[in-house]
């Protein structure tokens, strides 16, 4: 299909007028398009007019971008929530793509486009929203603002414990979680609060303690040595007496 038709219509369904990011931190300024470089959201890199195959990934890791390469296809997007590589393991967690991967991918007529506010935005198409229609949670309210729209929710469920509810999270996801147990084991009212990577933002658990939530669901939120965001909001979850349930491990 046509490039652009496909992007205005990204551009609508996912409601970019009233979001707004920021990866200032990327140095590929060369490679991508004068409108990224101005509100980081959208068409990263252009280089083909017309879409022949799609490609989805959270992140565009060596792995994924290998994956194209050896397809050796023509006219293809990209698709990405994050428009870095991301290595919690490694500190800065997130870096460009290569160089020369960058020339590669132009010369394969391979396109990246990025959202991260607008696809983690409460929505239909947001990562928490459908997070929690996979573990049949019933969503009751939003919290927590960022990029300018919401992206926690609210919700109940009708497991009693946080165990049950980590055992329903990993049939979910089929692979194991990490539980970090720091309130009760008991969940409250059967209320819990859910963003799908919100883990390492520590300003989330004083919010939960109000709200009296002690366990909250996310895609990020593992310890990691050195990495501060981490360990505030690890201290900031215990000070609140809130388990973090997360899928990384």
């Known amino acids: 299909m046509n490039a652009i038709d496909l992007y205005n219509r990204m551009e609508d369904d996912f409601r970019l007028s009233i979001c707004h990011d920021d990866w200032d931190e ?20 252009d280089n083909t007019n017309v879409i022949n195959h799609v490609y989805t990934a959270v992140f565009p890791s060596q792995g994924v ?3 194209i390469i050896a397809d050796d296809r023509r006219g293809v997007l990209l698709f990405v929530h994050h428009p870095m590589q991301w290595d919690m393991r490694k500190i800065p967690v997130f870096t460009d793509i290569s160089i020369e991967a960058l020339r590669e991918l132009q010369r394969r007529q391979v396109s990246i486009y990025n959202l991260h506010v607008p696809l983690d935005a409460n929505g ?15 969503i009751i309210d939003e919290f927590y603002e960022y990029g300018g729209v919401k992206v926690g929710i609210i919700g109940t469920v009708d497991c009693e414990t946080v165990a049950e ?59 990691r040595n050195g990495y501060q965001p981490s360990i505030d909001a690890h201290n900031a979850a215990k000070k609140a007496g809130v388990n973090i349930l997360t899928g990384t491990h």
């Open 124 to 138: 239909i198409y947001g990562t928490t929203w459908n997070f929690a229609k996979a573990l049949n949670i019933e």
């Open 165 to 223: 509810l980590q055992q329903r999270f990993e049939n979910a996801v089929d692979h194991k979680t990490n539980l970090y147990p720091y309130g009760k084991h008991i969940i409250n009212n059967h209320k819990i609060a859910l963003i799908a990577g919100g883990g390492n933002e520590a300003d989330v658990y004083p919010v939960l303690c109000d709200l009296g939530i002690n366990t909250f669901l996310t895609g990020i939120g593992n310890m």
């Open 26 to 45: 990327m140095t590929i300024t060369e490679y991508i398009t004068e409108q990224y470089s101005k509100r980081y959201m959208g068409l990263v890199t």
């Open 65 to 67: 971008i290998g994956k």
